[in-house]
């Protein structure tokens, strides 16, 4: 079976970091680009950053400069700094063919999420 989980969020205030991990589990974790999308409450789902399986990486503009994504053998991290109360959301990693940017296509894994709570 196919797990991806995410970890790492929680409450920070303004101006603070959180690094938020993407775990791997049933899948050849090296054949697959790593994308993470956020969802804030009453807003769509978006695309926040996406890394190739050949480690380039993709950022949406609302976060370049802030976040970095990074992988290794069996997981994924999106370390976000300078956070703002705009970044609150639902972290979700996934697991698919390659990046379009910062969007991940052909999406084949979800993971559950992780809320991020940034405080003013």
């Known amino acids: 079976e196919v797990q991806l989980v995410e970890s790492g969020g929680g409450l920070v205030q303004a101006g603070g970091s959180l690094r938020l991990s993407c775990a791997a589990s049933?899948?050849?974790?090296?054949?697959?680009?790593i994308g993470w999308f956020r969802q804030a409450p009453g807003k769509e789902r978006e695309g926040v950053s996406c890394i190739n399986d050949d480690g380039g990486t993709y950022y949406a503009d609302s976060v370049k400069g802030r976040f970095t994504v990074s992988r290794d053998a069996a997981a994924a991290y999106l370390q976000m700094g300078s956070l703002k109360p705009e970044d609150t959301a639902v972290y979700y990693c996934?697991?698919?063919?390659?990046?379009?940017?910062?969007?991940?296509?052909?999406?084949?894994?979800w993971g559950k999420g992780t809320l991020v709570t940034v405080t003013s």
């Open positions: 996934a697991a698919g063919s390659y990046c379009n940017g910062e969007e991940l296509a052909g999406v084949n894994y």
């Open positions: 049933g899948l050849r974790f090296d054949d697959y680009a």
